[in-house]
């Protein structure tokens, strides 16, 4: 079993949906969360970080995690075509230089 | 302003074949970082450097070496590559440990 677990996709929407991308973990020593977006053929880049429980807000961008669950979501309010690209979690644990990521998903925003 | 610098972005060799992946760094951060991304696995630590002059291994380091002769540089080698080590490579650098990850937009490696 993989320490990150995140659903592949793709997933296609329409312009102005909103979007729910999640992921699952198993190591509760995790205590950094981000989500990076990687557009096709160039690196990641962050794009929400979170420590430890709790929400974050940035625009229409909201990352959600919950530790007791394992748990963590983010979430795309009023999607845009140029949101379309291939979404990572990633997580960490304090002191420890491995941060491990998801298998990413691929999201498709259609006009 | 450069950030993260991978050379060269594509490359194909033949089985036992070796080569060297460059990665340079212009933003002074301490950490940096080779991963490898694969389809379905997401992206995989190889070695880190949390120095110049140190380097330790991460998840996936078997067939891999690499060198932090300067602060700004990284350079990952393969000393006889296998098609297994057909991937996407990705140098990151970061600050601080728990801090931002900053990746190069990747080389690509096909061995055949």
């Known amino acids: 079993q993989k320490e990150v677990e995140q659903d592949p996709g793709p997933l296609s929407v329409p312009e102005g949906a909103i979007v729910s991308l999640n992921c699952t973990y198993s190591n509760s020593a995790f205590q950094y969360f981000m989500w990076y977006r990687q557009y096709s053929r160039k690196g990641p880049e962050l794009l929400m970080y979170t420590y430890s429980s709790g929400n974050k807000e940035d625009g229409r961008f909201t990352a959600q995690v919950d530790k007791s669950s394992k748990y963590i979501s983010l979430f795309i309010r009023d999607s845009q075509p140029s949101d379309s690209a291939t979404y990572l979690c990633?997580?960490?644990?304090?002191?420890?230089?491995?941060?491990?990521f998801g298998a990413g998903t691929r999201l498709t925003v259609k006009p | 302003n450069a950030g993260v610098t991978q050379t060269p972005k594509f490359r194909v060799l033949k089985t036992g074949q070796s080569m060297t992946l460059l990665c340079a760094q212009d933003?002074?951060?301490?950490?940096m970082y080779w991963y490898r991304q694969d389809p379905g696995m997401g992206l995989r630590l190889i070695h880190y450097s949390v120095g110049e002059g140190t380097t330790a291994k991460g998840e996936v380091p078997d067939g891999y070496n690499v060198s932090r002769l300067k602060k700004q540089n990284f350079l990952l080698g393969l000393e006889s590559a296998a098609p297994s080590q057909t991937s996407v490579y990705f140098c990151?650098?970061?600050?601080?440990?728990?801090?931002?990850?900053?990746f190069g937009e990747g080389s690509r490696l096909t061995v055949l």
């Open positions: 990633a997580m960490k644990r304090s002191n420890n230089n491995d941060m491990r």
């Open positions: 990151a650098s970061s600050y601080t440990t728990t801090g931002e990850l900053f």
């Open positions: 933003m002074n951060h301490e950490y």
